[in-house]
Protein backbone atom coordinates (compact mmCIF):
# COMPACT_ATOMS: atom_id res chain seq x y z
CA UNK A 1 0.00 0.00 0.00
CA UNK A 2 0.95 3.68 -0.70
CA UNK A 3 -0.56 6.68 1.21
CA UNK A 4 -0.69 9.79 -0.45
CA UNK A 5 -1.53 12.74 1.52
CA UNK A 6 -2.30 15.99 -0.56
CA UNK A 7 -1.64 19.74 0.64
CA UNK A 8 -1.60 23.29 -0.86
CA UNK A 9 -5.06 24.02 -1.17
CA UNK A 10 -7.19 26.97 -0.53
CA UNK A 11 -8.91 29.70 -1.35
CA UNK A 12 -8.09 32.08 -4.33
CA UNK A 13 -9.22 35.19 -6.40
CA UNK A 14 -9.78 34.26 -10.39
CA UNK A 15 -6.37 34.35 -11.79
CA UNK A 16 -4.57 33.64 -9.20
CA UNK A 17 -2.15 30.79 -8.40
CA UNK A 18 -2.10 27.95 -6.66
CA UNK A 19 0.62 24.96 -6.23
CA UNK A 20 -0.71 21.82 -5.07
CA UNK A 21 1.70 18.94 -3.44
CA UNK A 22 1.49 15.63 -2.55
CA UNK A 23 3.85 13.42 -0.56
CA UNK A 24 3.77 9.58 -0.28
CA UNK A 25 5.04 6.97 1.75
CA UNK A 26 4.83 3.12 1.59
CA UNK A 27 6.48 1.29 -1.60
CA UNK A 28 9.13 3.05 -3.39
CA UNK A 29 7.58 6.10 -5.41
CA UNK A 30 9.78 5.69 -8.27
CA UNK A 31 7.31 2.78 -9.24
CA UNK A 32 4.42 4.51 -10.04
CA UNK A 33 2.60 7.06 -12.01
CA UNK A 34 1.28 9.51 -11.08
CA UNK A 35 -2.40 11.46 -11.51
CA UNK A 36 -4.23 14.37 -10.32
CA UNK A 37 -8.05 14.13 -10.28
CA UNK A 38 -11.00 16.68 -9.30
CA UNK A 39 -14.09 16.20 -8.39
CA UNK A 40 -16.98 19.26 -7.76
CA UNK A 41 -19.88 19.45 -6.19
CA UNK A 42 -22.38 17.46 -7.98
CA UNK A 43 -20.03 16.85 -11.01
CA UNK A 44 -18.35 13.50 -11.00
CA UNK A 45 -14.71 12.90 -10.78
CA UNK A 46 -12.35 14.17 -14.16
CA UNK A 47 -9.00 14.30 -15.15
CA UNK A 48 -6.51 16.77 -14.81
CA UNK A 49 -3.13 15.87 -15.22
CA UNK A 50 -0.72 12.75 -15.03
CA UNK A 51 2.92 11.85 -15.20
CA UNK A 52 4.61 8.39 -15.85
CA UNK A 53 7.23 6.91 -13.43
CA UNK A 54 10.02 7.79 -15.36
CA UNK A 55 8.61 11.43 -16.06
CA UNK A 56 9.22 11.25 -20.22
CA UNK A 57 5.87 12.62 -20.72
CA UNK A 58 2.73 14.27 -19.70
CA UNK A 59 -0.71 14.51 -20.20
CA UNK A 60 -3.95 17.05 -19.47
CA UNK A 61 -7.03 17.29 -20.18
CA UNK A 62 -8.55 19.97 -22.35
CA UNK A 63 -9.58 22.67 -20.03
CA UNK A 64 -5.82 23.06 -18.49
CA UNK A 65 -5.26 25.18 -21.69
CA UNK A 66 -1.31 25.41 -20.58
CA UNK A 67 -2.18 27.17 -17.25
CA UNK A 68 -1.05 23.29 -14.94
CA UNK A 69 2.14 21.94 -14.93
CA UNK A 70 2.67 18.88 -13.42
CA UNK A 71 6.11 18.02 -11.74
CA UNK A 72 7.05 14.97 -9.33
CA UNK A 73 10.44 14.06 -7.76
CA UNK A 74 11.57 10.75 -7.27
CA UNK A 75 13.99 11.74 -4.93
CA UNK A 76 11.72 13.26 -2.62
CA UNK A 77 8.48 11.32 -3.23
CA UNK A 78 6.76 14.48 -4.05
CA UNK A 79 4.39 14.98 -6.82
CA UNK A 80 3.18 18.83 -7.52
CA UNK A 81 0.56 20.53 -9.78
CA UNK A 82 1.18 23.90 -10.64
CA UNK A 83 -2.11 25.96 -11.02
CA UNK A 84 -1.81 29.85 -12.67
CA UNK A 85 -4.68 31.20 -14.43
CA UNK A 86 -7.09 29.97 -12.29
CA UNK A 87 -11.03 30.23 -13.13
CA UNK A 88 -13.91 29.54 -10.58
CA UNK A 89 -14.41 26.45 -12.77
CA UNK A 90 -11.49 24.89 -11.38
CA UNK A 91 -12.87 24.97 -7.69
CA UNK A 92 -12.94 21.55 -6.59
CA UNK A 93 -11.16 18.99 -5.02
CA UNK A 94 -7.84 17.83 -6.14
CA UNK A 95 -6.98 14.40 -5.59
CA UNK A 96 -3.44 12.66 -5.79
CA UNK A 97 -3.39 9.16 -7.02
CA UNK A 98 -0.42 6.75 -7.93
CA UNK A 99 -0.83 3.69 -10.36
CA UNK A 100 0.81 1.35 -12.60
CA UNK A 101 0.26 3.45 -15.69
CA UNK A 102 -0.34 6.95 -16.64
CA UNK A 103 -4.01 7.27 -17.77
CA UNK A 104 -6.61 9.38 -18.10
CA UNK A 105 -9.23 7.75 -16.20
CA UNK A 106 -9.45 7.05 -12.51
CA UNK A 107 -9.76 3.12 -12.99
CA UNK A 108 -6.42 2.90 -13.85
CA UNK A 109 -5.07 4.20 -10.10
CA UNK A 110 -4.77 1.98 -7.28
CA UNK A 111 -4.22 4.61 -4.89
CA UNK A 112 -5.83 7.88 -3.45
CA UNK A 113 -5.09 10.80 -1.05
CA UNK A 114 -8.32 12.29 0.96
CA UNK A 115 -7.60 15.97 -1.52
CA UNK A 116 -7.47 18.97 -0.61
CA UNK A 117 -9.83 21.46 -1.25
CA UNK A 118 -9.18 24.33 -3.96
CA UNK A 119 -11.53 27.54 -3.73
CA UNK A 120 -11.63 29.58 -6.76
CA UNK A 121 -13.38 33.32 -6.28
CA UNK A 122 -14.71 35.80 -8.96
Known amino acids: QVQLVESGGGLVQAGGSLRLSCAAS????????MGWFRQAPGKEREFVASIPRSAFSRDYAEFVEGRFTISRDNVKKTVHLQMNSLKPEDTAVYYC???????????????WGQGTQVTVSS
Open 97 to 111: AAGTVSARISREYDY
Open 26 to 33: GRTFSSYA
